[in-house]
């Protein structure tokens, strides 16, 4: 079999012959070295075409992202230490607005409603991690170590709460994941704004 086309190449091996130039891995069985060449250049400059528009454009979103969800986490749980100490019906009302609901009917399930809301909102700290493993190095304060691409693709399982086989995942369908992160982000992007009353 020779690797051909972007939607059945195997990323790692994408990645392995950028690494080695050892345009062979791309067929199975023995193949003129040629024409290996000729089908490794078509595909690494559709895969340049398919990155040059996207990375910076998602570095940008990916920061804008994590500020979004840091700003949600903080504002919910500063919302939530308040009813703690004193009940305030705006504050309910804007809770509820932003899908989470306070059960005022009594002093425990009032006390249970503002706990679940705490756990449920903990998740963005999981995701602002995700977010963080995806940024390129340089721009992780403090972390001098290289990501490697089972990180990242175990970050965008995080994120979609979905799980694939990182060795056989092929680029093509590697990138329509990383927009479905995109768009999910978006979808937080659209939350936070709705908290911040854009």
């Known amino acids: 079999m020779i690797y051909d086309e972007l939607d059945v190449l195997p990323l790692k091996l994408y990645y392995k012959i950028c690494k080695t130039k050892d345009v062979t891995l791309l067929s199975t069985e023995p193949e003129d070295e040629a024409k290996l060449l000729e089908i490794w250049e078509k595909l690494t400059a559709e ?3 398919l990155e040059s528009s996207e990375s910076s454009k998602r570095e940008f979103r990916l920061n804008k992202q994590i500020a979004l969800l840091e700003c949600a986490y903080n ?3 500063l919302c939530c230490l308040e009813l703690e100490v004193e009940f305030n019906n705006e504050t309910v009302q804007l809770l509820s607005g932003l899908g989470f609901p306070i059960d005022t009917t009594s002093n425990e399930s009032y006390y249970l409603s503002i706990s679940r809301i705490r756990k449920r909102i903990e ?6 991690a995700a977010l963080k493993n995806q940024l390129p190095k340089e721009d992780i304060k403090g972390n001098d170590r290289k990501l490697s691409l089972d990180e990242v693709m175990a970050s965008f ?7 694939f086989d990182y060795n056989t995942i092929s680029v093509t369908k590697f990138n329509a994941i990383k927009k ?7 979808s937080y992007e659209k939350m ?3 908290l911040n009353g854009k």
């Open 47 to 49: 895969y340049e075409e």
């Open 75 to 77: 504002m919910v749980n």
């Open 123 to 128: 998740t963005n700290q999981i995701k602002i």
């Open 157 to 163: 399982c995080a994120v979609l709460g979905i799980d």
């Open 180 to 186: 479905q992160v995109d768009n999910k982000m978006k």
């Open 192 to 194: 936070n704004n709705k």
